[in-house]
T-cell receptor, first 116, second 116 residues
Framework: DGGITQSPKYLFRKEGQNVTLSCEQNLNHDAMYWYRQDPGQGLRLIYYSQIVNDFQKGDIAEGYSVSREKKESFPLTVTSAQKNPTAFYLC???????????????FGPGTRLTVL | GDSVTQMEGPVTLSEEAFLTINCTYT??????LFWYVQYPGEGLQLLLKATKADDKGSNKGFEATYRKETTSFHLEKGSVQVSDSAVYFC???????????????FGQGTILTVHP
């Protein structure tokens, strides 16, 4: 089955540690995105990538880093510089080329990060 | 900039009641409009979408009509079930020609609880 997988589902981190969240898709989608969700709020864009080896900052990129070495993978690193990292992180992907449906993003199941 | 405003929740209904969740937007041009649903502890699932004025998106008994004159995309369902309990997000995506990166702008989400 095609889809987006995120791992781990739950992640605990001590203050001062970097952690990496995994996002993999087998939908052959070109573009991938990372969002952060906080209680009672909508989703906010952290980083996005439209093609391999290229990525751009979103609205709240400070304290985060990404890489896009393969089309299928878009890992997110939450660094110690992120002052309030406890949140639910969602990865999404989108097919860029063609007609109908290219504006639709599909989401993974999410990773809940808690800083202890 | 673009923005999406949803009616504040939480919304609590009895089974078989009629549901309306209001959504209005601010954006230039002709955005695509979406409703996503999030069940507890999960990622977002696309519920329905509309890409141009007067289009009606529908899925699983839910409907929403793209009203450009009122900049609205209200979600409706004639008879809700307990299994519809979830958080509902309204979102827009505005293409910007060749530089579009498909950013989704979300509302803050509306919690729906349906009681038997």
């Amino acid at each position: 089955d095609g889809g987006i997988t995120q791992s781990p589902k739950y992640l605990f981190r001590k203050e001062g540690q970097n952690v990496t969240l995994s996002c993999e898709q087998n939908l052959n989608h070109d573009a991938m995105y990372w969002y952060r969700q906080d209680p009672g709020q909508g989703l906010r864009l952290i980083y996005y990538s439209q093609i391999v080896n290229d990525f751009q900052k979103g609205d709240i990129a400070e304290g985060y880093s990404v890489s896009r070495e393969k089309k299928e993978s878009f890992p997110l690193t939450v660094t110690s510089a992120q002052k309030n990292p406890t949140a639910f992180y969602l990865c999404a992907s989108r097919y860029r080329h063609g007609g109908q449906g290219t504006d639709t993003q599909y989401f993974g199941p999410g990773t809940r990060l808690t800083v202890l | 900039g673009d923005s999406v405003t949803q009616m504040e929740g939480p919304v609590t209904l009895s089974e078989e009641a009629f549901l309306t969740i209001n959504c209005t937007y601010t954006a230039t041009g002709y955005p695509s409009l979406f409703w996503y649903v999030q069940y507890p502890g999960e990622g977002l699932q696309l519920l329905l979408k509309a890409t141009k004025a007067d289009d009606k998106g529908s899925n699983k008994g839910f409907e929403a009509t793209y009203r450009k004159e009122t900049t609205s995309f209200h979600l409706e369902k004639g008879s809700v079930q307990v299994s519809d309990s979830a958080v509902y997000f309204c979102a827009l995506s505005r293409s910007a020609g060749g530089t579009s990166y498909g950013k989704l702008t979300f509302g803050q989400g509306t919690i729906l609880t349906v009681h038997p």
